[in-house]
């Protein structure tokens, strides 16, 4: 059988981008497929440099510096024709473009040489961050509903919240969309206390805890407002933050004023953050949103109930007094209830069933079955 030729485009590999990516090239059949894949070498993390060269000879990786994240037209228009000299030179039978960036670059290029199968994934659109002013939302909805219409084989949405935003913003019809959840190896997890002697908090403590950028969309500031409310009327319940991000030295500063430094642990970027959140009693998110939430899926794998804002993606992942439970995040007067409920309702979850939920619905396995049908059909 012949293989299919596969071009990958993703500015970055980092979070749950670069889960996503590292996740698809270490699973994919590489009897069916010849796979590259086009990236900014200094927007990348070690994991994926280390799976890039784990695969080298499989996967052929071609380094682009000037693709960046932020709008730069001198780079923008020059990654462009980088990309169209990159897809001259290969003839890709498929094109899958990762991400906002590589979404509007490697589609136009992929069109102009008249690539059959070009697939998108957004990983969230950048038309549903409320830190853009109205007036980018708009724009960026109108390039999404052109290269939808005209340059865009199927688009792969992580949740169906991020279909439905899709049809409601009249981005495309129905049926250019498929709903395929992110999912997940099985792994081995280390024992408990030696987590908690890792994340230097006590074993007897109640830890809640998240594993996110500290960005605009995760909320920390709500995170940390919440726990300010909870530790002073319980000294025993700590709360933990596991990454780095723009938001790092406010959120920082929060936690001093509060002067709740002895319960909030703000420990960066961890590299081993998925195997870290097995020391935690529950996963707490306030998100703003979601186009999945990686971190909330890891730690129903460890077998952790979830908290979660009520907002796209955790409404998917989270079945309320199942495997965790959903809150309001503009309902302050509720804030400090909703996490003693938490509390008391942890301590009804059987671990094995929320393990249990975790491989129903996002295994690895059906992810890439579902992506190379769509590749191969």
């Known amino acids: 059988m012949c293989k299919k030729r596969l071009l990958l485009i993703s500015q970055s590999g980092r979070g749950g981008l670069r889960k996503h ?7 994919i059949d590489y009897d069916k497929f010849e796979i590259w ?13 280390r799976t890039i060269k784990q695969l080298s000879g499989k996967v052929k990786p071609i380094l682009v510096d000037s ?27 498929i094109v899958h473009c990762h991400s906002s960036k590589a979404g509007v670059l490697g589609r136009l290029a992929a069109k102009n040489r008249n690539i059959k199968k070009i697939y998108y994934t957004p990983h969230w659109y950048s038309f549903l961050s409320p830190e853009f002013s109205p007036l980018k939302r708009k724009l960026f909805i109108e390039i999404e509903k052109n290269l939808s219409k005209h340059m865009t084989t199927k688009t792969f949405n992580t949740s169906k919240g991020e279909k439905d935003s899709a049809i409601n913003y009249k981005i495309d019809i129905s049926e250019k969309f498929k709903v395929i959840y992110n999912g997940l190896p099985d792994v081995e997890f280390p024992k408990r206390n030696d987590i908690r002697r890792e994340l230097c908090v006590p074993e007897d403590a109640f830890l809640l805890g998240n594993s996110a950028r500290l960005s605009h969309q995760k909320n920390p500031k709500l995170f940390i407002d919440i726990a300010n409310k909870v530790i002073k009327e319980d000294k025993t ?26 319960n909030i642990h703000l420990i960066g970027y961890k590299e081993n953050s998925e195997f870290l959140v097995s020391g935690f009693d529950g996963f707490f998110s306030t998100s703003n949103g979601e186009s999945f939430g990686y971190s909330a899926v890891e730690a129903l794998r460890a077998g952790i109930p979830l908290l979660l ?3 796209m993606g955790h409404n998917e992942v989270c079945l309320p007094n199942e495997n965790g ?18 509390i008391d ?11 249990d939920s975790f491989k129903k619905r996002f295994s690895l396995d059906q992810m890439i079955e ?4 769509e590749y191969t059909y």
């Open 21 to 27: 990516l590292c996740d698809l090239l270490l699973n």
């Open 37 to 49: 894949i086009v990236y900014n070498n200094k927007e990348v993390d070690d994991i994926f440099r």
């Open 67 to 93: 693709f960046v994240r932020d709008l730069n037209f001198k780079n923008d228009i020059k990654t462009y024709f980088r990309i169209n000299k990159i897809i001259k030179k290969i003839k890709p039978d």
């Open 237 to 262: 319940i700590h709360f933990i933050w596991i990454g780095d991000g723009p938001l790092k030295e406010k959120i920082k500063k929060k936690v001093d004023e509060y002067n709740i430094v002895e």
């Open 309 to 311: 804002s009520d907002v």
């Open 325 to 342: 439970l959903l809150f309001n995040a503009n309902n302050e007067s509720k804030f400090k209830d909703i996490v003693f409920e938490f």
């Open 345 to 355: 309702f942890s301590k009804t979850i059987n671990t094995e069933d929320v393990k």
């Open 370 to 373: 579902k992506i190379c049908d």
